[in-house]
């Protein structure tokens, strides 16, 4: 059976995102006004009988000087990536973004590989079995997702450079999660570390209170963020960023992104912004004070955004990625440490993949960033 692919509506792209249990955030409309830098567009696959079957939301950047784009799907596109004929959904999209000037398609398949579950990565932790994540045996498999791999190949698609295993991914290859679905808040808080429970309840001791935030608090949220870009050694967003992606997702729909504060005795000690769609939840970005750290400001604000999900019916509760490393030495090491804590799942996707539609200026664009 074929299918068709034409562009599509906003209005038609979301309602097909609402009927599905999960889609990324970066695959909803909105996001296209997020990345204001790109040109944005919704795709829509349509089977025999006219329906939307699948929704992909693509942003172009141009290169400089040229009439010729990048065409980017962030973790997507939304379609049947288990389909044994994955060409009847991914051809007709190639023809399109070459229609439209794209050079090269790069797209983040929303699949995961395998799982392992928190007491796995402390026991090999402990035991300093293994240096990455990848060489400890997995809880769980997805062995379809293998076969996804080998049909991306089969068909001309390159796996990113490392199999996207790099922290700086656009797209994270590996991700903490910790599941809602079928528990309790009892049993998710059970799940925690010592030290989790610990932090949680001295700082609700200290009296950290945690509120949540709107537009106007965005700066207060800002100014946090830069204290910890500084400490960090990272290059910070400007306010104006949040500010358009507060206003773009949450016209889309009021609960798309939320902002929490975290205050003890009058004082902004952290805050974080949280994304959701459908029964899917992420933790977006963190910020945090220097000083005051005693009070366990961001183990309360964890802890409350994990209740807000749960309470909006979440599923799942993703703390975003990780690297994959398990060297207690390297300076990545600190933050899959803290996600452990919650008792979740790490995460392995299949990892971004690009299919160049003119070798040469793939190349080009290669070494253009590689030289970045």
Known sequence: ?????????????????????????????????????WRSESIGWFDEANQLVGAGLVLYRQLPKLKRYLAYLPEGPVIDWFDRDLDRWLQPMLAHLKSQGAFSVKMGPPVVIRRWNAPTIKEAIAAKQ?????????????????????????????????GGAG????????????????????????????????????AEKSGVEVVQGGYDELPVFHQLYLVTAERDKFTPRPLAYFQRMWKALTAEDPNRMRLYIAYHEGEPLAATTMLVVGEHVWYSYGASAN???EVKPSNAIQWRMMRDSYALGGGVYDL??????????????????????TGGQAAEYLGEWDFPLNKLLHKALDLYMSRR
Not at 325 to 335: M, P, R, S, V
């Open 1 to 37: 059976m074929s299918l068709r692919l034409r562009t599509i509506t906003r209005e038609e792209h979301l309602a097909f995102i609402r009927s599905r249990a999960s889609a990324s955030h970066m695959q909803v409309p909105s996001w296209g006004d997020v990345k204001a830098e």
């Open 130 to 162: 293994a240096k990455r994540l990848r060489d400890v045996e997995a809880d769980w498999y997805e062995p379809r997702a293998f076969e996804v791999a080998d049909r991306l190949r089969k068909a001309g698609w390159l796996q990113g450079e490392d």
């Open 167 to 202: 922290f700086g991914d656009v797209q994270p290859r590996y991700v903490f999660q910790v599941p809602l679905a079928n528990r309790s808040l009892d049993d998710i808080q059970k799940g925690f570390n010592q030290l989790w429970r610990r932090n949680i309840k001295k």
């Open 291 to 293: 000083h005051k750290r």
């Open 320 to 341: 975003r990625g990780i690297s994959d490393t398990l060297d207690e030495n390297d300076h990545l090491f600190g933050l899959i440490q803290f996600k452990v804590g």
